[in-house]
């Protein structure tokens, strides 16, 4: 465990405010900024080499904003850019969204595991080669899910829609006899209410917290009793974003431009 000075998070968009919040709660006391990349967003329709330039990019700006421990907020962005940041930025740590799950679904008692990801997350493989090396007990059942992302960013959440879209896929057999959901986005995490009413004994794994709870593991607690202002930045500050932003996750700080290279 170390005296951490500052934590970044990044992700295309909205996401990865579900990974913000629940770390707030475990560390609010450490200084935060978070980084929206909107102007690619989605990542998950990118290629694999435009993920990474995106992702370097912004984390050599969360590190000259003097970020030592960074959260990649963006499954595909942990998919894709994972090892490559960590061997371009060695002074820094890292932590993604993805491992952390795989430790708790491999220590878990489900055997038959759904994931919903975007099409970079699921045409990496990484979640299922992953849980092979923990579990190979577990068989994960993957599909890619590309019409949730859009939709939660165009701000239908609440509408009816985004249950009809997630039962479409749902539906699909590819995800036959599963016992435990996967959000394999850190977007899908807000459609939880929406599966809780399509999937009767199927449990919805909190990644969120989980991955929360592993960066706690890795950093001191900061300024204790203190909540400290979290910083935002966007790559481009939109009008609908910002008031999609006060009204899923009631941010009304100031969104800052920071356009990358």
């Known amino acids: ?30 200084p935060k900024i978070y980084y929206g990349d909107t102007l690619h967003l989605p ?20 590190k000259n904003q003097g970020c030592d421990l960074i959260v990649i907020a963006c499954n595909s962005a942990s998919a894709a850019a994972g090892k490559v940041l960590e061997e371009r930025f060695p002074e820094l740590q890292f932590i993604n969204v993805i491992d952390p799950v795989v430790e708790a679904v491999a220590g878990g008692t489900h ?88 999937l009767e004994g199927v449990a919805w794994i909190d990644a969120p917290a989980i991955v929360a709870q592993e960066v706690a593991k890795h950093c001191s607690a900061g300024v204790e009793g203190e909540e400290l202002e979290t910083k935002f930045y966007l790559s481009d500050k939109t009008p609908s974003f910002l008031e999609l932003a006060a009204k899923t996750f009631g941010i009304k700080a100031q969104w800052e431009l920071s356009q990358l290279d």
Do not use: W
């Open 43 to 62: 990542y998950g329709d990118k290629s694999d080499a435009a993920i990474q330039s995106y992702s370097t990019e912004i984390v050599s700006f969360l």
């Open 111 to 198: 055997q038959q595991v759904g994931l919903l990801g975007t099409r970079a997350t699921v045409r990496s493989g990484a979640y299922a080669r992953k849980l092979q090396a923990k579990n190979a007990q577990i068989q994960l059942k993957s599909l890619a899910t590309p019409l949730l992302v859009p939709l939660i960013e165009d701000g239908f959440l609440g509408t009816g829609i985004e249950v009809q879209v997630l039962q479409h896929y749902l539906n699909d057999p590819v995800l036959d006899g599963i016992e435990a959901l996967v959000p394999g986005c850190t977007h899908y995490p807000l459609l939880k209410e929406a599966a809780g009413s399509l």
């Open 1 to 30: 465990m170390k005296a951490v000075q500052k934590i970044g998070l990044f992700d295309s968009g909205l996401g990865g405010l579900t990974v913000l919040q629940a770390l707030e709660k475990v560390l609010p006391g450490i």
